[in-house]
């Protein structure tokens, strides 16, 4: 469970959206979720006077009946550790055991107590919103239909049922030249470009040119299969391209041209051309990662650049943004000729994906529930997004939010020389957020310098929506 303390200094009881992270599994789940509360008070990790999340959106939040919280928070008002009134909502009573404190030599805090009140890192969804319900069906037919050899060692580029699905869902609704053929179904974006590396080394590529605003977690996984990296400035227009005709031995671009990641601006159309128009003159391949590019709120998402030169653009997707990153599914939509080296790449490794995940997305797709479930979030982040426009300018009507209207988080721009502070107090708050300078990457001979720009990486997606007022008045509260 998390740490729902004050507010502000002047002790005000935390706003209503204290997130509980409370697991409950069994059937004992009225017992422990009142065991959990009750530790939390006993142990001062719930403050005295914090106000409780109701008992329906608690009950959301932890995929239980309501009649479970209900029945626990009348046991613990009974009890003397909540306080119940009408109008007030459940509290945490004032009067409550001292806090325990831990003697001498003590075991250390269990990481789960120590995690931020508030996660707010970028790449997490909303998942308490996963579609279970929907999800468990899709798994039971699936399962039910499923040929006894699908339960075999099987094709490493993925069963036909994903792999047929995928290819009409890309082809429809992101705009993606995509047959079964071409697509290699993997464990997620960093098992792909994996993948993508070793077939790159085979291929002799020494260098492989990168946003200069990213993830270094998959800089680093290129540099380890012995790629070197070269970053390309990224300004309101995308990636530069044009720079890309002078960096020796490039003989690939990572890009995530719908949305670029973190910063939210598209690659505009002539530097999509341009790009694709590089690529067939150096015979360079260009690696597409639709990060979040299903997610966009003030007009149709912006269709796939694969769709320009399939032979040139290896296609990267998965349901990390969609779903959840657990499910860890992913596909490679492929040049043809490339097929063959990256299923001999994946079989010297991580032959097979989950089968049983693999047919459950399938029916996820065919029946329907997977674009209903995108329409939902989309609804959903996009009145996210606009709450938090709106209540940045009324409270902190300096800080401007940049980038598109898309995807699950946004740039927040802050005063010049108070990023450092501002993360350091969000930390202080419970707040997990990044800065903008986190995500750079600047090489000694890449021939030019950031602006400097002082901004935070705010991902408005991933709150559950019993924290989600609790996280913008704490993100306030720490904004210059």
């Known amino acids: 469970m998390a740490d729902p303390r004050t507010n502000s200094a002047a002790g005000r009881p935390p706003a209503f959206g204290a997130d509980l992270h409370v697991e409950l599994h069994g059937p004992g789940l009225r017992a422990g979720l009142t065991d959990a509360l009750r530790e939390a008070v006993r142990t001062g990790r719930l403050a005295p006077g914090s106000r409780l999340p109701a008992s329906r959106s608690l009950a959301a939040d932890l995929g239980v009946s309501r009649n479970t919280v209900v029945e626990s928070y009348v046991e613990l008002v009974a009890e003397g550790w909540l306080t119940a009134r009408q109008g007030s909502g459940t509290r945490v009573a004032t009067r409550v055991p001292e806090p325990h404190r831990a003697a001498p030599g003590a075991p250390p805090a269990r990481a789960d107590e120590c995690r931020p009140r508030y996660g707010l890192w970028t790449g997490a969804p909303d998942l308490a919103n996963f579609p279970r319900t929907q999800w468990l069906a899709a798994a039971r037919r699936a399962l039910t239909a499923a040929p006894h050899d699908a339960l075999g060692y099987g094709d490493a580029r993925g069963r036909t049922e994903p792999r047929t699905a995928l290819a009409d869902y890309l082809t429809r609704a992101r705009g993606v030249y995509a047959g079964p053929e071409r697509i290699v179904v993997c464990s997620g974006f960093h098992h792909g470009l994996a993948l993508m590396a070793q077939a790159l080394r085979v291929r002799r590529v020494r260098a492989v040119a990168v946003e200069a605003y990213g993830l270094d977690l998959y800089r680093d996984l290129l540099r380890r299969a012995g790629l070197h990296t070269a970053p390309l400035y990224v300004d309101e227009h995308g990636a530069r391209i044009d720079d890309l005709a002078r ?24 530097r999509r051309t341009a790009v694709v128009d590089w690529a067939r003159a150096t015979g360079g391949l260009i690696l597409e990662d639709d990060y979040d590019g299903e997610f966009r709120y003030d007009r149709q998402p912006v269709g796939a650049l694969q769709g320009l030169d399939p032979e040139r653009v290896v296609y990267f997707g998965s349901v990390s943004k969609s779903l959840a990153p657990g499910i860890r599914l992913g596909w490679m ?61 009324q409270r902190a009507p300096g800080i401007r939010v940049t980038g598109m209207a898309a995807g699950l988080q946004t740039v927040l721009e802050l005063p010049r020389g108070t990023e450092g502070s501002v993360v350091q107090a969000a930390a202080r708050q419970g707040l997990a957020i990044r800065g903008l300078t986190q995500f750079r990457y600047e090489a000694p001979d890449c021939g030019w310098q950031f602006l400097e720009r002082d901004a935070l990486v705010f991902n408005y997606a991933a709150p559950s929506d019993s924290a989600w007022a609790g996280a913008l008045d704490a993100l306030c509260g720490v904004l210059p």
Do not use: N, W
Not at 247 to 270: D, N
């Open 333 to 393: 939509v492929l040049p043809e000729e490339l097929v063959p080296e990256i299923v001999t790449a994946k079989g010297h490794g991580d032959y097979m994906t989950s089968t049983l995940e693999q047919l459950t997305l399938a029916e996820f797709i065919v029946s329907g529930a997977y674009d209903r479930h995108v329409r939902s979030m989309r609804l959903r982040y996009r009145r996210r997004r606009d709450q938090l426009v709106e209540v940045l300018r």
């Open 247 to 270: 960096l020796p031995g490039v003989g690939a671009v990572l890009l995530t041209p719908a949305h670029q990641y973190p910063t939210g601006v598209a690659l505009c159309p002539e």
